[in-house]
């Protein structure tokens, strides 16, 4: 039976606030699979879980806390009639959840303006001076 099969997580990864994606290495003839995060190694509480109902290699565990780390693990399921059978979980990974977005817009603001000549027009010419920082959307 393809569902007893325990599934190894390859990879997990945040790239986005309050989310960890997870790739696993596929079984063939499953329904679908269950993510499991936990700041506990044991799982022993705190435990936030993803149902990812397709045979896919990959998924996403979402509403986690920013700035801590998740241990991760994946196990798959059939459905037999209105029972779905659970196979063992695999190896654990660990993923560090991120405080920002990545890929956030820059803003830039200016700190300081010092003017320097006027022109023949009567405009005046600024010499400005301005930092840049990664904001959250």
Not at 21 to 32: A, F, H, N, P, Q
Not at 43 to 69: C, D, E, H, P
Not at 76 to 97: E, L
Not at 107 to 132: D, N, P, T, Y
Request: aromatic residues 10%; charged residues 25%; glycine residues 8%.
């Amino acid at each position: 039976d393809p569902a007893m099969k325990p599934v190894n997580v390859k990879r997990a990864k945040s790239s986005a606030k309050k989310k960890a994606t997870v790739s696993w290495t596929k079984v063939w003839g499953v329904t679908g699979y269950e993510i499991q995060c936990s700041t506990k190694k044991n799982f022993s509480s705190g435990i936030k879980s993803a149902t990812v109902k397709k045979n896919t290699g990959s998924g996403t565990v979402t509403k986690l806390t920013s700035g801590k780390t998740y241990y991760v693990r994946v196990r798959s399921y059939q459905k037999c009639g209105s029972v779905n059978v659970y196979s063992d979980f695999g190896k654990t990974k660990t993923v560090s959840v991120t405080h920002i977005k990545t890929g956030c817009h820059r803003s830039r603001f200016f700190v300081s303006q010092e003017r320097i000549s006027v022109s023949a027009a009567g405009r005046a010419l600024f010499k400005c001076e301005s930092v840049w920082y990664d904001r959250e959307n």
